[in-house]
């Protein structure tokens, strides 16, 4: 099992597409109830066809498109929130420049009157 994770998820060579189709037979075979070893020694045995593995990858890239596109919409929410957050600050900001104008005036008629 600590060699079935180490397989990527989604094929990126010629050798890790290999990988996918031992992945495959290893997950059939212990779905039939015999396990067999991740070696290749016996991949002619079991059956696993274009189609299989078509399908396969097909799942896998819809699967990263699917995540992909989760994180494009956490990323765009992050960059909602950090415009919002810095709108709040400048308001913030703009307020107690005014009321320290207010206080600086109160404080010469304050002055004044003494």
Same mark, same amino acid.
């Given at each position: 099992?600590? !060699? !079935?994770?180490?397989?990527?998820d989604t094929p990126t060579s010629l050798e890790s597409l290999h990988q996918l189709? @031992? @992945?495959?037979?290893?997950?059939? /075979?212990?779905?039939?109830?015999? *396990?067999?070893?991740?070696?290749?020694?016996?991949?002619?045995?079991?059956?696993?066809?274009?189609?299989k593995l078509k399908s396969a990858l097909k799942s896998e890239r819809k699967a990263?498109?699917?995540?992909?596109?989760?994180?494009? *919409? !956490? /990323?765009?929410?992050?960059?909602?929130? #950090?415009?919002?957050?810095?709108?709040?600050?400048? /308001?913030?900001?703009?307020?107690?420049?005014?009321?320290? =104008?207010? #206080?600086?005036?109160?404080? /010469?008629? =304050?002055?004044?009157?003494?």
């Open positions: 099992e600590e !060699e !079935e994770e180490k397989i990527p189709h @031992k @992945k495959l037979l290893f997950l059939e /075979r212990k779905e039939s109830g015999t *396990e067999d070893s991740l070696d290749g020694s016996d991949i002619e045995c079991g059956e696993v066809t274009l189609e990263l498109k699917t995540l992909y596109a989760e994180l494009e *919409e !956490e /990323r765009n929410a992050s960059a909602v929130a #950090a415009n919002q957050t810095m709108a709040m600050i400048n /308001r913030l900001q703009e307020e107690k420049a005014a009321m320290q =104008m207010e #206080a600086l005036q109160y404080q /010469r008629m =304050m002055d004044e009157q003494s």
